[in-house]
Structure formats: structure tokens, C-alpha cells
């Protein structure tokens, strides 16, 4: 399996970005969003099930973070509004079959994309 994210950058306060994570290989169910800050652990984010559509978010992007998933080109998207400086992180993509109640567990994801750059300024 090989995750590759993309779409970080600069933005200013209240601005927009869309990450995207192509996967290739053997993908799994669930895939998920997450995001580390320098001197920080590995913080959940987001996680879509691919089979059902089903999604969770942190508490703290809920109604600015929208996941979604394009099957067919099996390819993971973050669209992020309204952005913070406290979003600013590396943005990791990852994959895992792990129960739906774990998935905010990033020990519980088998495979990760490399991480993109997303910092917000003022």
C-alpha cells in the first residue's frame, strides 16, 4: 500500500485548502486524517469509511473540516475552511481496517502517506 497527500501550503486566517491522499495497492476501509505539530503527538483529525461513507471528526474541525472519498479513484480528500493557526501542522493520511470505534487511534493505522505542510498565518 502507498499513500501519497498533497495539497498543503501557506494560507492566511479564514482561508480554504483541499488536501487529497491517492492510495495504491491494497487499500483498506477506513481512511483517516491526521495532523502533528512540532514538540506534539499525532492528533486525529478526520476518518471516512470507504463502504459506507460513514465519517468522524475531531471535535476541533467539526463544521470547518469536510472528508470525502472518491472510490474509483481511490483517493482520500480533506476540504479545510475557515482555517486557524492552531491547524497549523503536518497533515498525515493513513489507512487501517481497525474497528469504527478505534479509528481516532493512530497506533491503530497500518500504512501513512509522507505528510504535507499546512500553515496558517496571519
Known amino acids: 500500500v502507498q499513500l501519497q497527500a498533497s495539497g498543503g501550503g501557506l494560507v492566511q486566517i479564514g482561508g480554504a485548502l483541499r488536501l487529497s491522499c491517492a492510495a495504491s495497492?491494497?487499500?483498506?476501509?477506513?481512511m483517516g486524517w491526521f495532523r502533528q505539530a512540532p514538540g506534539k503527538e499525532r492528533e486525529f483529525v478526520a476518518v471516512i469509511r470507504r463502504s459506507s461513507g460513514s465519517t468522524k471528526y475531531a471535535d476541533s474541525v467539526k463544521g470547518r473540516f469536510t472528508i470525502s472519498t472518491d472510490n474509483a479513484k481511490n483517493t482520500v480528500y480533506l476540504q479545510m475552511n475557515s482555517l486557524k493557526p492552531e491547524d497549523t501542522a503536518t497533515y498525515y493520511c493513513g489507512t487501517s481496517r481497525v474497528v469504527w470505534s478505534a479509528v481516532s487511534d493512530p497506533a491503530q493505522y497500518h500504512y501513512w502517506g509522507q505528510g504535507t505542510q499546512v500553515t496558517v498565518s496571519s
Open positions: 495497492g491494497v487499500t483498506m476501509n477506513n
